[in-house]
């Protein structure tokens, strides 16, 4: 497993788990981010990704990709 944050773009991943406190793990859901849904990584700017996730682009800032684990 490894976050997010160092994920190569362009290839789809699998969430494996999700970690920090129990807020942001409900915020990381509502986004669409659950564990054992897919993710893409479409690119990286200044420590902030931009992610496909359900058919859907988001950005989240590198702190919240680090929580995300493939």
Do not use: C, W, Y
């Not at 970690?19 to 509502?30: K, T």
């Amino acid at each position: 497993m490894i976050p997010l944050i160092f994920s190569d773009s362009g290839e789809e991943q699998i969430i494996k788990k999700i970690g920090g406190s129990e807020e942001v793990r409900h915020h990381l859901a509502n986004l669409g981010f659950t564990v054992g849904g897919t993710v893409t990584v479409i690119n990286s700017l200044g420590g902030n990704v931009i992610v496909k996730v359900k058919e859907s682009r988001i950005a989240i800032n590198e702190e919240m990709a680090r929580k995300i684990m493939v």
